[in-house]
């Protein structure tokens, strides 16, 4: 039993064919109750100069809130790596001397 304790358990995610390409947004909205949080993506269009701006839903996800947290941990751990490499990647050529 101790042994099984101690090995870690890997995620086998499926994924299937069509949801490879994954959906594009440039606009999320967060809502939330006592119970979840709610996680709306959409596209927009910023090209509309006057009027309604159109835009529609391409998915909306439901997570609790203990979940939220993780989510919020991974992300700022993403940004932050990314935004590390882009530092990197965007630092001045310094001739030799």
Same mark, same amino acid.
Request: charged share 30%; glycine share 6%.
């Given at each position: @039993? $101790?042994?099984? $304790?101690?090995?870690?358990?890997?995620?086998?995610?499926?994924?299937?064919?069509?949801?490879?390409?994954?959906?594009? #947004?440039?606009?999320?909205?967060?809502?939330?109750?006592?119970?979840?949080?709610?996680?709306?993506? #959409?596209?927009? %269009?910023? %090209?509309? %100069?006057?009027?309604?701006?159109?835009?529609?839903?391409?998915?909306?996800?439901? @997570?609790?809130?203990?979940? @939220?947290?993780?989510?919020?941990?991974?992300? %700022?751990?993403a940004?932050?790596?990314?935004?590390?490499?882009?530092?990197?990647r965007?630092?001045? $050529?310094?001739?030799?001397?």
């Amino acid at each position: @039993m $101790e042994e099984e $304790e101690g090995r870690e358990r890997q995620l086998n995610i499926h994924l299937d064919p069509e949801h490879l390409a994954g959906v594009y #947004a440039n606009f999320a909205n967060v809502t939330f109750s006592p119970y979840e949080f709610t996680i709306t993506f #959409a596209r927009i %269009e910023h %090209e509309v %100069e006057d009027g309604d701006v159109p835009g529609s839903v391409v998915t909306r996800v439901n @997570m609790s809130s203990r979940f @939220m947290r993780e989510l919020l941990d991974a992300m %700022e751990d993403a940004w932050s790596k990314w935004s590390t490499t882009e530092g990197i990647r965007n630092l001045p $050529e310094v001739p030799p001397s």
